[in-house]
């Protein structure tokens, strides 16, 4: 059984930082992200981990970090100077053989998300 278990959401006032963690475990995946949703939006790429690296969404590159190892089924998501429209449910997703995720469409399994609120 695949599963995918995210921890380290919760509360920060705008400016701060938190760090999201996901642990896989059940099949070894070739590439980890993050993907979040807000209320009455669509579910948007945030970053990951894949065969070239690290990637990101190009308007939160400069605030977010990810890092992980696929070959241990974890990443991370750093995320620093913390705004409220960050506010979002944070999934953390996997695939077990595209090289890296774009969208939804190429997530094969998903964690349970984590809630994340920023606060002005």
């Known amino acids: 059984q695949v599963r995918l278990v995210e921890s380290g959401g919760g509360s920060v006032q705008a400016g701060g930082s938190l760090k999201l963690s996901c642990a896989g475990s059940g099949r070894t995946f070739t590439s980890m992200g993050w993907f979040r949703q807000a209320p009455g939006k669509g579910r948007e790429l945030v970053g990951g981990i894949g065969w070239s690296g690290s990637y990101y969404a190009d308007s939160l590159k400069d605030r977010f970090t990810i890092s992980g190892d696929t070959a241990n089924n974890t990443v991370y998501l750093q995320m620093d100077n913390m705004k409220p429209e960050d506010s979002a449910e944070y999934y953390c997703?996997?695939?077990?053989?595209?090289?890296?995720?774009?969208?939804?469409?190429?997530?094969?399994?998903w964690g349970q998300g984590t809630q994340v609120i920023v606060s002005s």
């Open positions: 997703a996997a695939s077990v053989y595209r090289p890296r995720l774009y969208t939804e469409g190429d997530v094969e399994h």
